[in-house]
C-alpha cells in the first residue's frame, strides 16, 4: 500500500472519531486499486455502516462485541470501531485477498477495539458475541455473476448450508441479542427475533432476540 493510502485510512479514522462522516469515496480510496472496483456493490457505505453499528452498539450490553459475517476488506467493522469505541468489532473473511487488506488499514489506523480472522464462517461460534452484522454475504453462491472473484466454489448448495448454520447460531442466542442485515431476503434470521427498525429504502433491517 503507499503512503498517501496509509495516510488516508488516519485521515478517515480521526474524521470518524470526531463524529464526521467521510465520504465513501474519500473512505474506498484508502484501498488499492485492485479492490476499489467492488466497493460499491461489495462494501457497505459508511452512512449504512454507522447506522448499523449503532443500533448493535446501543442494546442491553454496555460493551457489546460484534461479529461481522463475511467481513470483506474491513469497511463495516473500521467504521464501528472508530465511532463506538466501547464496543469491539470482529470480522471473519474467507477471502484472504481481503483479510490481508483489512489487517493492512487495521494496523495503520492504529484502532484496538477491532480483529480480523481469515477463514470460513461455519468454524465461528456466535456465542462470544452480542451482535452481528450481515451484509448479504452468501448471496454469490446463488448469483455466482456477482461474485468478487472465482477464489472461493461457488455452489447454490452451498447458499442453503451458511444461511442455516448462521440461523442455528441465532437462534441460541441470548434475549435481546441485535442483528442487522443489509440487503438480502432474511434467510439468515431465525423465527425468534422480531424485525424492530428498517432503514435505507428497507435494505437495512434490525432485528432483535425475543
Ligand atoms: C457483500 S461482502 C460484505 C463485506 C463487508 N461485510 C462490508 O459490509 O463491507 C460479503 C463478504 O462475505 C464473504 N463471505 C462469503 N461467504 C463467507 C463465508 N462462508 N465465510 C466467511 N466469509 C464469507 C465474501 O468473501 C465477501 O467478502
Redesign the pocket.
Known amino acids: 500500500m503507499s503512503v498517501s493510502e496509509v495516510q488516508q485510512i488516519k485521515g478517515v479514522v480521526a474524521q470518524l472519531q470526531q463524529g464526521h462522516l467521510p465520504s465513501d469515496l474519500v473512505f474506498d480510496a484508502c484501498m488499492p486499486v485492485g479492490t476499489r472496483r467492488?466497493t460499491s456493490?461489495?462494501?457497505?457505505p459508511v452512512e449504512?455502516?454507522v447506522e448499523a453499528a449503532q443500533f448493535l452498539c446501543s442494546g442491553a450490553w454496555e460493551n457489546p462485541k460484534i461479529l461481522?459475517?463475511?467481513?470483506?476488506?474491513?469497511?463495516?467493522?473500521l467504521v464501528g470501531g472508530a465511532m463506538f469505541e466501547q464496543a469491539h468489532f470482529t470480522?471473519?473473511?474467507?477471502?484472504k485477498s481481503?483479510c490481508d487488506v483489512a489487517d493492512q488499514l487495521l494496523e495503520y489506523s492504529e484502532l484496538n477495539n477491532v480483529g480480523f480472522l481469515c477463514?470460513?464462517?461455519?468454524n465461528?461460534k456466535f456465542s462470544d458475541f452480542q451482535g452481528v452484522?450481515?451484509?448479504?454475504?452468501?448471496?454469490?453462491?446463488l448469483q455466482p455473476f456477482s461474485a468478487?472473484d472465482e477464489t472461493?466454489e461457488l455452489d447454490a448448495d452451498?447458499y442453503g448450508i451458511?444461511c442455516g448454520y448462521v440461523r442455528k447460531q441465532l437462534q441460541r442466542m441470548p434475549k435481546n441479542t441485535r442483528v442487522v442485515t443489509?440487503?438480502g431476503g432474511g434467510e439468515e434470521i431465525p423465527l425468534n427475533y422480531d424485525l424492530v427498525k428498517q432503514g435505507f429504502h428497507n435494505d437495512l433491517k434490525c432485528w432483535q432476540r425475543r
Open positions: 467492488h456493490t461489495h462494501f457497505t449504512v455502516a461481522d459475517v463475511g467481513s470483506g476488506m474491513g469497511k463495516f467493522c470480522g471473519v473473511e474467507q477471502r481481503l477463514g470460513n464462517i461455519m465461528v452484522y450481515l451484509y448479504n454475504p452468501f448471496y454469490e453462491h468478487m472461493i452451498y451458511y443489509y440487503f
